[in-house]
């Protein structure tokens, strides 16, 4: 088993959501973060205040998965997520050593 974990846009979740659930994938977590890279946060305005944001805002997507869904789930984040400008995300690939579901003691790939 694997656990994918994906920072993305924000803009680009509904989208990468739709590509993963036609995969099949019938769980994954998902939740706000904030972050800095490459790209720079963009002057607001709140209340005709100007100011400059030092982290700009993303969605983490965490997925574990069986070993021979991996490629098609990155292929999937990969195309849909992507516009070519700086900031489009990271994505990075753990091993994931078990499962176990609480309600049924069910364990390794049977959890999932």
């Known amino acids: ?15 990468i959501h ?6 099949g994938v019938k769980f994954f977590t998902f939740y706000e973060v904030k ?9 607001q305005t709140y209340r005709g205040i ?14 574990v998965t069986a070993d021979e869904h991996v490629d098609d ?3 999937c984040i990969l195309t849909t997520g992507r516009t070519g400008e700086v900031g489009d995300g990271k994505i990075f690939v753990y091993e994931a ?4 579901r609480v309600r049924n003691n069910d364990t390794g790939e049977e959890a999932l």
């Open 50 to 63: 100007a100011y400059e944001p030092a982290y700009i805002p993303r969605t983490k997507i965490e997925i």
């Open 35 to 43: 972050g800095m890279g490459m790209e720079h946060a963009k002057p």
């Open 97 to 100: 050593l078990q499962a176990y």
């Open 18 to 23: 739709q590509c993963i659930a036609g995969l």
């Open 73 to 75: 789930i990155i292929n």
């Open 1 to 15: 088993m694997k656990k994918i974990e994906a920072i993305i846009r924000t803009s680009k979740f509904e989208d």
